[in-house]
């Protein structure tokens, strides 16, 4: 494990609308923050087991991925720690893809090299159709989310 080394991982779908919405973000803090010391800004799109190496190697794991929790398209939840474990564990059924983030975390937790610090930052799908464009209310929270991702990098570092 990198000493206070950050992964930044945008998981998702892209071709699916909203659901793409995580890809995006990564991609938005990847292009205006190029040489960010000790952070990695990862496209994780629909997942797979080749993600665990960067996640084991994280001191600190920032996710971004569209959650469904019942509120208006655009609303953003911040999940930390254990909070962001229990949230994963109630929604590790509702995926569709081979591999789930629950399913990283767990091969991290068993490996003893789960990511000291943790978030998952949810934003409420609008539609999740074919489509490779985010409806204009996600795109909206893109900056608010950039936004957050950046206070809680610069917190874990002091």
């Given at each position: 494990?990198?000493?206070?080394?950050?992964?930044?991982?945008?998981?998702?779908?892209?071709?699916?609308?909203?659901?793409?919405?995580?890809?995006?973000?990564?991609?938005?803090?990847?292009?205006?923050?190029?040489?960010?010391?000790?952070?990695?800004?990862?496209?994780?799109?629909?997942?797979?087991?080749?993600?665990?190496?960067?996640?084991?190697?994280?001191?600190?794991?920032?996710?971004?991925?569209?959650?469904?929790?019942?509120?208006?398209?655009?609303?953003?939840?911040?999940?930390?720690?254990?909070?962001?474990?229990?949230?994963?564990?109630?929604?590790?059924?509702?995926?569709?893809?081979?591999?789930?983030?629950?399913?990283?975390?767990?091969?991290?937790?068993?490996?003893?090299?789960?990511?000291?610090?943790?978030?998952?930052?949810?934003?409420?799908p609008g539609v999740i159709d074919w489509s490779t464009e985010l409806t204009p209310t996600i795109k909206k929270a893109i900056?608010?989310?950039?936004?957050?991702?950046?206070?809680?990098?610069?917190?874990?570092?002091?």
């Amino acid at each position: 494990m990198a000493l206070n080394k950050t992964l930044v991982l945008g998981i998702g779908n892209p071709l699916m609308q909203d659901d793409g919405v995580g890809v995006h973000v990564v991609q938005h803090l990847k292009a205006d923050n190029p040489d960010f010391p000790q952070v990695e800004f990862m496209d994780g799109g629909t997942l797979g087991f080749s993600l665990i190496g960067a996640i084991e190697d994280a001191t600190n794991l920032i996710v971004i991925d569209a959650a469904q929790f019942s509120d208006t398209p655009g609303s953003i939840r911040i999940f930390l720690g254990e909070e962001m474990d229990l949230f994963l564990g109630r929604q590790k059924n509702s995926s569709v893809h081979d591999v789930t983030l629950v399913d990283l975390m767990s091969i991290a937790l068993l490996s003893d090299q789960l990511p000291v610090r943790r978030a998952l930052i949810g934003i409420q799908p609008g539609v999740i159709d074919w489509s490779t464009e985010l409806t204009p209310t996600i795109k909206k929270a893109i900056p608010n989310v950039c936004n957050i991702v950046l206070e809680l990098i610069e917190k874990w570092r002091t």
